[in-house]
Each structure stands twice: as C-alpha cells, then as structure tokens.
C-alpha cells in the first residue's frame, strides 16, 4: 500500500477531483472492467455467462471487478435464493449512461487497429 502523502498520491488524488475524464477512467478503466460493462449492454448475464464471455478472466478478476462496478453504482447484483443460488449482473441507470462512450471506444478502436494493421508505423 503507497502512502497517501506522496507526491504521486496528491497529484493522483488532485486529477481525480478536476479532471472528468481521469475520474471515468478511474471507474471505468483497466483491462477487464469495459469488456465487463460493454457485454452487459446486451442485458442482463449470470456469473457463469460472464465468465465464458471474456476470454482469459480468472474467477478472482472477475469478482473483484464486478464488486468494483456494484460499488461504484455501475451495475447491480441479484442474488435469488435458489438450489443452486442465481446470481445475475445488469447495468444500472447510471451504468447505461456508459453506454454511448463504451459504444464509441469500441468503434475508435476497432478503426485504430485497422489503421495501424495497414501502417505498421502507426502507434
């Protein structure tokens, strides 16, 4: 655990509270979180369904990652009390505010990556 009066601390901690695009990037950001939230545009998933969905997850990831979201207010967690337990994944009002951005991202990164496959410069 880093200190929290370190200068990279302050200076993370300033960019957070003045910057819109850190602070979305803070919630939304990371190797699993998109993939996570953009899979759930389609609708609501179990556990399981999310899991096979995303390919090189580890069950630990993909927990932790899903806690994260429910924390933040970006998706919500039932759990039915059944034999075997349901537990389902859906975005939230404000997860699907997302929703326009994800949708862009994926398109800009779709282009880049054709971009920079027929110029091997590029990036």
Request: charged share 20%; with cysteine; aromatic share 6%.
């Amino acid at each position: 655990m880093r200190k929290l009066t370190s200068t990279n601390a302050i200076n993370e901690a300033s960019l957070i509270r003045n910057c819109g695009v850190v602070y979305a990037l803070t919630l939304i950001g990371g190797r699993w979180k998109p993939t996570i939230l953009f899979g759930l545009l389609e609708g609501t998933m179990r556990y399981n369904q999310l899991r096979k969905s995303i390919p090189g997850i580890s069950e630990r990831m993909l927990a932790a990652q899903l806690r994260e979201l429910e924390k933040d207010g970006l998706i919500k967690r039932t759990v039915y009390a059944e034999v075997p337990q349901r537990v389902e994944y859906e975005l939230t009002p404000l997860g699907m505010t997302a929703a326009p951005l994800l949708q862009s991202m994926s398109e800009w990164g779709n282009r880049l990556r054709d971009y920079s496959s027929t110029n091997s410069h590029a990036l």
